[in-house]
């Protein structure tokens, strides 16, 4: 079985490494001919909009998918005509666009902060009073780590707001001040047969995700979470990964973004659930059944972020993993990731703060145990 992979990050490195156990052969296209997912199969070097070489990668594998969202769908509409395509492109146009997506959400009666259109100043002043400040403007596509984004805590700060993002099209969306952040991971096969990963909470810092940390232990939450990836996993007639990311508010869900793709969220799955969000990926898109993937104890994930210190290699052990990407350091770019797996949640947490305080220099607070 070979696969088609648009997008040679990380992501696609962590996928070719699953692959490889499976028995797939992973094949990339990415701009840069060495990205990360050199390290796990063979990279053709062409944009993200080379139709052509996209439509010679389908001819040339069972199946494409993708490692990104931002993969314009009409270069991959030919390859989809050619052979399967998972996840399939209507999920990829909903997650292109905030706005497509939260009628998304809204159509499946999934709960989600308020929101409010803006294509002009005056959308923007309306949004402010319809919603309440404060208020997060963002850009309706193209969004990733914090980017496109401003907080509108005051009146007097809507004319900068507008000055920043107003060349784009945008969002307003009512500021949530939710107790913590989750998301939930499920897989979804081509028979319709869909594994959920364990809820996941999720730590983010200017806009990044920092820390995360598996099992939350929760009944309600978890089904919550369940229904409302569910829905829209069949309702999308979705083949793979999908994360649904998700405020924690007075005990209930609100629905954030969702990714049609593997996520930074689930990276911990690799050694702390039966089976990975990766190997869960490739497995739908080949054609074969998720498998079950329960917690293997609980699990912590800390994003090494603008530069892997000497420190991040000494505090592995073998409960400890570190992934180096192998990517160039840059400020605010994730270049690596490290998982602690621990018996119980109290001594996982001991040793992600203690590792996050080696690594970054500061010591995290996770203030809010579900
Ligand atoms: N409406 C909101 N209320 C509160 N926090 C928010 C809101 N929108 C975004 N954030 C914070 O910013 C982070 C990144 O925003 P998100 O919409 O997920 O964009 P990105 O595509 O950059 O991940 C969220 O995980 C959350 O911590
Ligand atoms: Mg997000």
Redesign the pocket.
């Known amino acids: 079985m070979r696969i088609g992979v648009i997008g040679g990050g990380q992501l696609g490195q962590m996928l070719g490494f699953a692959g490889r156990e499976l028995g797939f052969d992973c094949v990339f296209i990415d701009p840069s001919p060495t990205p990360p997912a050199a390290a796990a199969g063979d990279v053709i070097a062409a944009a993200f909009d080379d139709r052509a070489a996209i439509l010679a990668l389908a001819r040339d594998t069972d199946v494409l998918t993708y490692e990104f969202e931002n993969v314009p769908v009409r270069a991959l509409e030919s390859a989809a005509a050619e052979g399967p395509v998972y996840p399939p492109l209507g999920a990829l146009s909903s997650a292109q666009d905030r706005l497509a997506e939260k009628e998304l959400f809204e159509s499946l009666d999934i709960p989600l ?1 308020g929101w409010h259109q803006v294509d002009s100043r005056a959308d923007l002043q309306a949004a402010a009073e319809k919603l309440g400040l404060p208020i ?1 403007l ?1 850009t309706r596509r193209l ?7 401003v907080v509108i805590k005051d009146t007097d700060e809507i004319d900068a707001a507008w000055q920043a993002l107003g060349d784009s099209d945008l969002i307003a ?6 107790d913590f ?1 989750v998301s939930q991971i499920a897989t979804r096969g081509v028979d319709g047969h869909i594994e959920y990963f364990p809820l996941t909470h ?1 730590q ?1 810092a200017g ?1 990044i ?1 920092r820390y995360s940390r598996a099992p939350v232990v929760s009944e309600p939450l978890e089904s919550a979470a369940r229904r409302a990836v569910a829905r829209m996993l069949e309702s999308l007639d979705y083949v793979g990964t999908l994360a649904l ?1 998700l ?1 924690v508010m007075d005990g209930g869900l609100l629905a ?2 969702f990714a049609p793709r593997v996520h930074n969220s689930g990276h911990w799955t690799i050694e702390g659930a039966a089976t990975s969000q990766f190997a869960n990926h490739l497995l739908a898109v080949a054609g074969d059944r998720p498998r079950p993937a329960p917690a293997r104890g609980h699990s912590g994930m800390l994003n090494l972020i603008g530069e892997i210190p000497d420190s991040a290699r000494d505090v592995v052990d073998t409960h400890i993993v570190l992934h180096d990407y192998g990517k160039s350091p840059r400020a605010g770019r994730k270049l690596g990731h490290i998982t602690v797996t621990a018996d119980t949640p109290e001594t996982r947490d001991a040793e992600l703060i203690r590792i996050g305080k080696t690594v970054t220099g500061s010591t995290p607070r996770f203030e809010t145990r579900e």
């Open positions: 902060p997060v963002k969004g990733y780590d914090g980017k496109g984004q969306e009512a500021w949530v001040p939710f952040e999720n983010h806009g995700l990311e405020f954030n973004e």
